[in-house]
Nanobody, 115 residues
Framework: QVQLAESGGGLVQAGESLTLSCGVSENIFNFNAVTWYRQAPGMERELVAR???????TYGDSVKGRFTISRSGAENTVYLQMNSLKPEDTARYYC?????????WGQGTQVTVSS
């Protein structure tokens, strides 16, 4: 069973940075894509950033220019560098990996940005 483990969340002030990590139990290049999502209470889940097997990257409109997704094949880890954080970035951040029609999720890591 594929396992994903997010880490790196925490409480920061507006304008600060955080880097989230998504450790994957298998070779990340086995997956069609690895995606960071976030969900705040009472809100719909939102795509934050995606990197596909070929390296194509997609960002949600609200994070473009502030967040950067990257990966390390050697470490089977996908990172999310978050700069210039805003209170509206407060959410639980989840890592998702897809292969064919199957999806795998981590438990999430909480990011809280104070104003």
């Amino acid at each position: 069973q594929v396992q994903l483990a997010e880490s790196g969340g925490g409480l920061v002030q507006a304008g600060e940075s955080l880097t989230l990590s998504c450790g994957v139990s298998e070779n990340i290049f086995n997956f069609n894509a690895v995606t960071w999502y976030r969900q705040a209470p009472g809100m719909e889940r939102e795509l934050v950033a995606r990197i596909n097997v070929g390296g194509t990257i997609t960002y949600g409109d609200s994070v473009k220019g502030r967040f950067t997704i990257s990966r390390s094949g050697a470490e089977n880890t996908v990172y999310l560098q978050m700069n210039s954080l805003k209170p509206e970035d407060t959410a639980r951040y989840y890592c998702n990996a897809t292969i064919s029609s199957r999806q795998f999720w981590g438990q999430g890591t909480q990011v809280t940005v104070s104003s």
